[in-house]
């Protein structure tokens, strides 16, 4: 993460030799001049380290440095002070002061007393900035290669891990894109430093742009505190761009700005910030056929695509279901309080022959569903869903107007799987017309639903919609 660092001293040429001990290209230093109101400022900054003269914490500064500490991401704050009594350390301590130190020690003390402080701080707030929770650990060795496809895939990733250069991973959606580029940034040199990733179809086109560059205090309405976008929280380590397809052109444009200069301006400001990160994408479309539609500028595409990666689809890789089944079985046992060990032939053959749309996370779903559902210890082909298992789906008004149609072989089933059965064929017929009749728009499609926009993506991944199939044609809008 790129750290932030604030000087508010009275005394100009301690704030110069305090801006040059501080330099390096991990931080970014500011100095306030204007100090009225110093407390309240800092507030509404994104920082994580302040240095500030003691004649500037005087009345109410003491309360304001205390209601500053509640903050969750509340910056370390360094007192500068040649005298001070008992009293005083007591006072600046017991406000939520953490170090205070003499301006008159050498530069060489100073500066390692100030960078030791920075370093600690770093290690508390690298975990309370995380973007969306971390996978768990992953590495290559993790994916199962019986397949050839897989196999021959396999081969080549521990050299990708190992450069430095940009990543773009294509495949079908649930093929498990993120899962790789977090297995490449755990086995690369940057594995020491964050792995941040944003799904760039996930929000609206508005807060997309912030959520990855950040932005100043004002810089839009609502914007009450400044906030550090993903590429600062990836600072030397790996931003992951999921769905990169979906990204508005105006943002490409600042994207490949970064990939030439490793530049960023925040929304709101007109600095520049240097970052040094690592950039993987992912997308499921065809960009190649993007490009040629102008929905995809082909000078990022050329950047991104220094190293491509081809995820193969489940039903190119089925030696390897068998493995992945057990695994997965084993996997959620504890995390879902089962006690399924195994799978019959039966069921297993039925996998097999299933075409997989929704690649490896559908079958993850398929498997957690039929260990909640199992009744034994082991996963049998009645454990199946209907769409899996080639049974009749049911068709409510059908059996509404005639229960004599209702299918005997549903009535084997408990009521709990049945009506989960129905509620997940309501669901896919709902969310497609409703993304029909709101042209694939995603907020407004959400905000009718009552969810928000990165629920009703993933329920549309577990159904293979994608939204481009909503929008209108060209010519027949």
Known sequence: MLSRITIAVTEAGLQEKLSKLLKNPDTVVES????????KKISRKTCDLVVVSSDLIQGKALDEI?????????PLIVVLSEETSDQQRAHFISAGCDTILNPTLSNRKLGSALNAILSRQRKV??????????????????FVAESPAMSKFIKILPRVAKSDSSVLILGETGVGKERLAHALHAESPRNAGPFIAIHCGALPESLLESELFGHEQGAFTGATKARRGCFELAHQGTIFLDEIGEMPLHLQSKLLRILESREIHRVG??????????IMAATNRDLEAEVQAKQFRRDLYYRLNVVSLMVPPLRERI????????????YLGSRIGCDVSDITGEALESLYNYSWPGNVRELINVIERAMLLCES???????LPESITGTKEIS???????????????????????RRNVLEQFERSYLTSLLTSTKGRIGEAAKRAGIDSRSLFDKMKLYNLNKKDFRPKEGKR
């Open 319 to 330: 030696k390897d279901i068998s493995q992945l089944v057990y695994s997965y079985i084993d």
């Open 125 to 142: 707030s690298r975990p309370i900035l995380a973007v969306r929770p971390k996978l768990a650990e992953a590495d290559i060795g993790d």
């Open 396 to 418: 409510l008004q059908e059996i509404t107007e005639d229960p004599s149609a209702f299918p005997k072989e549903w009535l084997q089933k408990s009521l709990k799987e049945a």
């Open 377 to 383: 210890d082991f996963i049998t082909i009645d454990d």
């Open 66 to 74: 205390h209601s500053l500490r509640q903050l969750p991401d509340a």
């Open 32 to 39: 306030l001049k204007d100090h009225r109101r110093f407390w």
């Open 269 to 278: 400001s007109e600095k520049s910030v240097i970052v040094d990160v690592r």
